[in-house]
């Protein structure tokens, strides 16, 4: 091995740790640029009609090599059966990105992220939910909050930064939408 190989091993490695760095603080600009945009309520919504039978499992197929890489398993249910919604593609888009994204790395390996949709004659409601991960019941509020994380959770660990849930709040809101976090939050056990 030469004798700069550790030198240039060294090198590689902070070139690599600055480059996250800047990313992570990229998406963090970006994150905080678009809840700039929602609290302005500046951009109107671009509709368009959606078949989720096909759309949604677009969307799920970039996380699988992610989710097979953990050693985890995917689960898309979308029956034939429901109609066509008309909403904003990039909204809903981001929306269903930002949860995959969450279930993915709080998800623990052997374990399962799912997502379906489900239709009522007034609405339609698309659920992500994974299994080995529980929320306490006591945070289920807080964690569509702006910068909150949850305590004895390692940021380090899994990254990001502490906005995508309050992201995803605000443009369900704005697609005319709701977010309920019950069914991902658990009680403590009773004694």
């Given at each position: 091995?030469?004798?700069?190989?550790?030198?240039?091993?060294?090198?590689?490695?902070?070139?690599r740790i600055l480059r996250?760095?800047?990313?992570?603080?990229?998406?963090?600009?970006?994150?905080?640029?678009?809840?700039?945009?929602?609290?302005?309520?500046?951009?109107?919504?671009?509709?368009?009609?959606?078949?989720?039978?096909?759309?949604?499992?677009?969307?799920?197929?970039?996380?699988?090599?992610?989710?097979?890489?953990?050693?985890?398993?995917?689960?898309?249910?979308?029956?034939?059966?429901?109609?066509?919604?008309?909403?904003?593609?990039?909204?809903?888009?981001?929306?269903?990105?930002?949860?995959?994204?969450n279930a993915c790395k709080?998800?623990?390996?052997?374990?399962?992220?799912?997502?379906?949709?489900?239709?009522?004659?007034?609405?339609?409601?698309?659920?992500?939910?994974?299994?080995?991960?529980?929320?306490?019941?006591?945070?289920?509020?807080?964690?569509?909050?702006?910068?909150?994380?949850?305590?004895?959770?390692?940021?380090?660990?899994?990254?990001?930064?502490?906005?995508?849930?309050?992201?995803?709040?605000?443009?369900?809101?704005?697609?005319?939408?709701?977010?309920?976090?019950?069914?991902?939050?658990?009680?403590?056990?009773?004694?």
């Amino acid at each position: 091995m030469p004798e700069d190989a550790p030198k240039r091993q060294n090198a590689q490695r902070y070139v690599r740790i600055l480059r996250d760095e800047c990313q992570r603080d990229i998406d963090l600009i970006d994150d905080m640029l678009t809840l700039s945009r929602l609290d302005a309520a500046v951009e109107p919504l671009m509709l368009s009609a959606v078949h989720l039978q096909d759309w949604i499992p677009a969307i799920a197929d970039a996380f699988v090599d992610r989710m097979q890489s953990r050693q985890q398993t995917l689960l898309v249910t979308v029956p034939l059966s429901i109609p066509a919604c008309t909403t904003d593609l990039s909204y809903l888009e981001r929306i269903l990105t930002e949860l995959l994204t969450n279930a993915c790395k709080y998800t623990p390996a052997h374990e399962t992220v799912a997502i379906a949709a489900t239709a009522t004659p007034h609405h339609v409601t698309v659920t992500v939910s994974n299994t080995g991960s529980h929320i306490p019941a006591v945070e289920c509020d807080r964690i569509f909050e702006t910068f909150y994380r949850i305590p004895n959770h390692d940021p380090w660990k899994h990254g990001g930064t502490g906005i995508g849930l309050a992201l995803v709040k605000k443009l369900t809101a704005q697609i005319g939408g709701t977010i309920v976090s019950t069914a991902i939050c658990t009680s403590p056990p009773l004694p």
